[in-house]
């Protein structure tokens, strides 16, 4: 255990915590999976009703205030000064958790040969970890995109444990060009000659870049593209009139995305999870309905998750039964608005939701 730090935001504290096996929805059983958990704020009450869970999406971390500072931290929609924020990383990603670059029980790295995972694993492995550290039930789980797969799914199989659950700019599946275009990203890290099969020495850093820069065009708006970079030379030199190797200042902000990327994410953990996004799929689940109050926020120009699917995401939770209402994030950022914008986010959210509620007042307590 590692106390990180102590301010404004309250103790930090983070750990890994041994799950033990994981049977997976395929029917393979993982062995010894370790969950690395970020916590933050105050110390979780026996009953939960002071804990928000914040998973993370697809290039996130257990730390969450690092990406979403405005939803937690001081001052923010969970202020740590009340709240206790969970953070855990992902089954299957690169910061602490099991996933491809961690050693199997042979002493190797799984490398490619870490099995399919789904978010309904993911959600598991994470309860697991919740339960290790003492937190049974919790009265938020809110996050984006990946995360809000999660929330929906930890919504679905656990409304029991659950208060309420904000999915925001994502909806109940992934349409067919969302997993076109992971299943592209993922070609391009596959035809690096670094990539060796997933068995790579060296990182697969252009093909890990590409997938990036195919990745960032779904996740920002054509609005702002054009605003922010339109037709012009890029910045940092050249003129594409006088050389086909020179770039437009768009394509040079997505060279630099990718760089900052390759840096920081393994390409294993990038084609896993990008999977476990494909194969995520609640239609037909929505019933019975369950205790837990659900919040679709849809974000205006998204891409990848239109806010017209999440609008009738929201509205077919309801026909079935559940609490589910739709919020709109207005944002000039795409699918990436939840990110960019967290305090719009913050004021969308604040009013009727369950940060009015008191700590210890979990509803259906």
Known sequence: MTSLAQGDIGAVVERDVEIGALELASGETLPDVVQRVTRYGCEPLPDGS???????????????????????????????????????????????????????PDGRRWGPRFPVVTIADIVEAERG????????????????????????????????????????GTFDHLRAQGIAQNGVARDAIRLDPRFEGGWYEEPPIDG?????????????????????????????????????????????????QGDVFVRRFDANSYITLTRAMDLFD???RERP????????????????YSPQFVWSCAARWAEAGWDSEYRH???????????????????????????????????GS
Do not use: M
């Open 289 to 304: 309905a369950g205790r837990t109050r659900l919040t679709f926020v849809g974000i205006e120009g998204d891409q990848l």
């Open 208 to 256: 890990l870049r590409l997938a990036r820069a195919i990745a960032t065009l779904t996740y920002k708006s054509e609005d702002l593209f054009e605003r922010r970079y339109g037709n012009r030379a890029d910045r940092a030199g050249g003129d594409p009139s006088r050389s086909l190797d020179a770039r437009f200042d768009v394509e040079g902000y997505l060279a630099h």
């Open 129 to 168: 970890a919740l339960l290790e550290i003492g937190i049974e039930r919790f009265a938020t789980v809110i996050s984006g995109s990946l995360g809000g797969q999660q929330a929906l799914q930890w919504a679905r199989a656990h409304p029991d444990l659950v208060g309420q659950a904000i999915v925001v």
């Open 50 to 104: 002071n804990v928000v869970f914040v998973p993370h999406a697809l290039s996130g971390s257990s730390r969450v205030l690092e990406w979403w500072d405005g939803i937690a931290g001081a001052g923010g929609l969970f202020d740590t000064a009340q709240w206790c924020v969970v953070g855990i990383n992902v089954l299957g990603g690169c910061y602490g958790s099991t996933g491809p670059s961690s050693l199997a």
């Open 282 to 284: 609640l239609r037909g």
């Open 329 to 363: 994030l207005e944002s000039d950022h795409g699918h990436d608005g939840f990110l960019a914008h967290p305090q719009t986010l913050a004021a969308v959210l604040r009013e009727g939701l369950e940060t009015a509620r008191p700590p210890g007042t979990l509803k």
